[in-house]
């Protein structure tokens, strides 16, 4: 991936969400994901929207019953900050914490490779960890 020498321009452009990130908490384990359908459009290089659908997958411990649920498809507000270098931070605020996506954008802005965090309003730090890939859809 070619990291550009100026930031790349997302305005006006939409980009397919693919994301893994993983949850634990004492022998509690949650693995979430987006659908294929998750899409990121932004209306300039610093905002935008998601309408996202996810599904999680858990279990209470190794010896547990595995357990799967589709999450209805939610659009939220986002912003971006984009560097020079293409290091891009996307934030996404859902009403009980805060879905992160650090990491780089190509030269052309077409792609984005990044880790991924979300907070909990309530928690003092990460609650889950992942990653995520945003790849530019055409018309």
């Known amino acids: 991936m070619k990291l550009p020498d100026t930031a790349p321009e997302i305005a006006d ?3 397919r969400l693919l994301f893994l990130d993983v949850y634990f ?3 509690f384990i949650e693995i979430g994901h987006s659908r294929f359908d998750s899409v990121f459009t932004w209306d300039s290089n610093t905002a935008g929207s998601l309408t996202v659908n996810s599904a999680t997958v858990s279990t209470g411990s190794l010896q547990a019953e595995v357990e799967s649920e589709r999450d209805p498809t939610q659009t939220y507000d986002t912003t971006a900050t984009i560097a020079d270098n293409g290091a891009t ?3 996404v605020n859902d009403g009980e914490g805060r879905f992160e996506l650090r990491g780089y954008l190509n030269e052309t ?3 984005g490779v990044f880790n991924t965090f979300y907070t909990d309003s309530n928690a003092d730090g990460h ?4 990653l995520a ?5 055409s018309e």
Do not use: K
Request: glycine share 10%; no cysteine; proline share 0%.
């Open 109 to 111: 802005g077409s792609l």
């Open 89 to 91: 931070t996307v934030t």
């Open 25 to 27: 908490e004492d022998q």
């Open 133 to 137: 890939v945003m790849v530019e859809v």
């Open 127 to 130: 609650n889950t960890i992942g």
């Open 13 to 15: 452009r939409q980009y």
